[in-house]
């Protein structure tokens, strides 16, 4: 079992930045890709970003791309989401995902394991 755990989000005003981590342990996670989802109250679940072990595939919401940023330092086991320009449509809990074969997706189900979440919250 892979243990995921979101931290940094928080309430921060429009037009404000928020970066936010996942630390990964547990089993070994060599090879695994990555990706953050979100979902607000009485919405489905929406892909927001993902990237492959390497990081050199990257793959963003169309409506996202620009303002968010994702990454990762496999040396520390961590992925993260700079979140720049924010907005009040992007409050929502924010989820970090893993992909055991290492194929980036944008469909949830298509990730073997999941963090906790961490709430955003962006006042207007």
């Known amino acids: 079992q892979v243990q995921l755990v979101e931290s940094g989000g928080g309430l921060v005003q429009a037009g404000g930045s928020l970066r936010l981590s996942c630390a990964a342990s547990?089993?070994?996670?060599?090879?695994?890709?990555m990706g953050w989802f979100r979902q607000a109250p009485g919405k489905e679940r929406e892909f927001v970003s993902a990237?492959?072990?390497?990081?050199?595939?990257?793959y963003y919401a169309e409506s996202l791309k620009g303002r968010f940023t994702i990454s990762r330092d496999n040396a520390k086991n961590t992925v993260s989401l700079l979140m720049n320009s924010l907005k009040p449509e992007d409050t929502a809990v924010y989820y970090c995902?893993?992909?055991?074969?290492?194929?980036?997706?944008?469909?949830?189900?298509?990730?073997?394991?999941w963090g906790q979440g961490t709430q955003v919250t962006v006042s207007s």
């Open positions: 995902a893993a992909e055991r074969l290492g194929f980036i997706s944008n469909t949830s189900n298509e990730y073997d394991y």
């Open positions: 990237i492959n072990w390497s990081g050199d595939k990257i």
């Open positions: 547990g089993r070994t996670f060599r090879g695994y890709a």
